[in-house]
């Protein structure tokens, strides 16, 4: 099932293979996930303090997860913004481009893993948010 959260950011219940011996979760690209994988990071062993993102892509397309623990990321769209807590293997957020992300609030045991679109490239990201808003402000004024 796909809940939107804002424009261009939702989340998705994942589809569990459970017998009696646990749980297995499979993303394939292109299939559950809406673009196809070059990549996977994961995060962890972040003190509760911590606070991450802070930017946006320009065109990487993302799927986050909670495989374990949990934490806050807060998404924006340039038009609207929302606290998410990601708290479930069972649950990914997808975010298309152009959605400031900012992480807070882990717990001690969160493991948040991350599926990408594109290989790493610092040019790629928007770092600073007044740069974002005039972004999103070009693309509006677009025809
Ligand atoms: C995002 C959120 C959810 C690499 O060398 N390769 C990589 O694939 C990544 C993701 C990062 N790095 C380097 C770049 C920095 O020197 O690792 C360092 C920490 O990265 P950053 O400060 O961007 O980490 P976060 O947690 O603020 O953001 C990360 C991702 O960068 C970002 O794309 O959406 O997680």
Known sequence: MRTQIIENCAYYDHPVIADDRGSLIALEG????????????????????AQRGFHAHKVLHQWVV??????????????????????????????????????????GDCVLLVLASAKYDEAEYIRNYDDFMDRVRAAANRP
């Open 30 to 49: 292109g299939n559950i996930l809406p673009f196809e994988l070059a990549r996977a990071y994961f995060i962890f062993g972040t003190s509760p303090e």
């Open 66 to 107: 909670a495989v374990a623990g949990s934490c806050v990321l807060m998404v924006d769209n340039g038009r609207e913004r929302k606290d998410v807590e990601l708290n479930s293997p069972k649950i990914g957020l997808y975010a298309a481009p152009m959605i400031w992300k900012e992480m807070r609030d882990f717990s």
